[in-house]
């Protein structure tokens, strides 16, 4: 059975294709989320505009997290240096892999170094997990609960940040989500998960005007059985 795109290969908007492939990088971003990760593309976009503060040999091109935590602790001392308001969510998001995180940083380098608006944004989940594609597959094929926590942390997260308390929180808030997520399907699909009608929605009520009105009666019915 074949299901929607996962976000991981999710597109960049037509604008922004051309525009990197006019700057004949050294290897075009097939994989947005795992090509720029390790910050190495993101670098070598900006020394075509600022060459003298980016010297590529300084970079390395890999895929631990030494390498991608040196790239992007470069590119973030040129950032504060011209004054470039990046969000800081948006690239630890990149470098973990986060759905979404990696598109939103490009839109906003393009939109920066060449002072264009982009005709179509890309819509990005907020916090970037993973619900945007979960919303697109049949109820039957998403996440179980410890898949979410595996989609929505990964290793690097964890390994960059080895607080297991601020861990805990990260794990807490991704299975609250899944919760309240389970609860929108039986809501959506009560038959489906045998969610039988409490005792409050099978009652008939009458509409407020309906009951104003018979309030008189009622009184009257009261009054006469009391004679």
């Not at 020394?47 to 992007?72: E, I, T, V």
Request: hydrophobic share 35%.
């Amino acid at each position: 059975m074949a299901y929607s795109q996962s976000p991981k290969k999710a597109g960049l908007p037509r604008e922004v294709l051309k525009w990197l492939q006019s700057l004949e990088l050294s290897f075009f971003p097939k994989n947005v989320r795992r090509d720029l990760s390790n910050g190495y593309l993101v670098a070598e976009i900006f020394s075509w505009y600022f060459p003298r503060d980016f010297h590529m040999h300084s970079y390395d091109n890999g895929a631990s997290l030494a390498a991608k935590q040196s790239n992007w602790s470069q590119i973030e001392r040129f950032f504060e240096k011209q004054n470039i308001s990046l969000m800081k969510e948006v690239i630890d998001g990149t470098i973990h892999c986060k759905p979404g995180a990696a598109e939103l940083l490009v839109q906003e380098i393009y939109t920066f170094l060449t002072n264009r608006r982009i005709q179509t944004i890309q819509k990005v989940e907020q916090g970037f997990t993973d619900k945007a594609y979960q919303d697109q597959l049949p109820m039957v094929a998403r996440a179980t609960a410890s898949v979410a926590i595996k989609s929505n942390l990964s290793l690097s997260e964890v390994i960059a940040e080895p607080n297991i308390i601020s861990n805990q929180r990260k794990v807490l808030a991704i299975i609250h989500r899944h919760i309240e997520q389970r609860k929108e399907e039986r809501t959506q699909d009560p038959k489906r998960f045998n969610v039988k009608p409490t005792l409050g929605e099978q009652a008939v009520r009458l509409p407020p005007l309906l009951a104003y009105q018979s309030e008189p009666n009622l009184q009257m019915n009261t009054s006469q059985a009391a004679c």
